[in-house]
């Protein structure tokens, strides 16, 4: 057990629709990351989060955004969902805010748009 | 940008070896290895933090050749277990925005 914790963990919803994913974090760690990974692919970079403030975004849709609250779970909003959004969408966290120290994954939340 | 995995694909019988290789067109200031078993989360099994360090985790280690940009994961007398698929992610220059390779999937049959 990583210590992450994202929620749901299945999620199925239709075309145009809006979604919203959870993450908490380890105990202690003050960084998050998201990650998109499609059918056998690998793990796309979606943003990262340092202490409330976003530290880095990667190929991130703009109908795609994300925030870190006060208490550091971190929320990831899909919305006008499209059939090709369908993905396993991880969660990870680590310590620092660089690429410095283990990141720890969530077991996901899979996204279906149907 | 993405760093580049080679081998995609390996199988392997037990006890043999293995070596995957991760290298980038940009200057790594970081290299992390993960496995991913089908269906589960990315496991961590090292970072590489310097130039030519080297790391090792069980029967697994490391290589980073910071002048070559690349990094090299050896999976001695592979097990079973070590099925899965790995994956290298980098670190940019500003420290941050880990970037993983496209992974390599092992298969390793008795």
């Known amino acids: 057990d990583s210590g992450v914790t994202q929620t749901p963990k299945h999620l199925i919803t239709a075309t145009g629709q809006r979604v919203t994913l959870r993450c908490s974090p380890r105990s202690g760690d003050l960084s998050v990351y998201w990650y998109q990974q499609s059918l056998d692919q690998g793990l796309q970079f979606l943003i990262q989060?340092?202490?409330?403030?976003?530290?880095a975004k990667g190929n991130i849709l703009e109908r795609f955004s994300a925030q870190q609250f006060p208490d550091l779970h971190s929320e990831l909003n899909l919305s006008s969902l499209e059939l090709g959004d369908s993905a396993l969408y991880f969660c990870a966290s680590s310590v620092s805010q660089g690429a410095n120290s283990p990141l720890h994954f969530g077991n996901g939340t899979r996204l279906t748009v149907t | 940008q993405q760093p580049v995995q080679s081998p995609q694909a390996v199988i392997l019988r037990e006890g043999e070896d293995a070596v995957i290789n991760c290298s980038s067109s940009k200057a790594l200031y970081s290299v992390h290895w993960y496995r991913q078993k089908h269906g589960e989360a990315p496991v961590f099994l090292m970072i590489l933090l310097k130039g030519g360090e080297q790391k090792g985790h069980e029967k697994i280690s490391a290589s980073f050749n910071e002048k070559k940009q690349q990094s090299s994961l050896y999976l001695t007398a592979s097990q079973l277990s070590y099925s899965g698929t790995y994956f290298c992610?980098?670190?940019?220059?500003?420290?941050?925005?880990?970037?993983f390779g496209g992974g390599t999937r092992l298969m390793v049959k008795p």
């Open positions: 992610g980098t670190g940019n220059n500003a420290g941050n925005m880990l970037t």
């Open positions: 989060y340092y202490n409330g403030e976003e530290r």
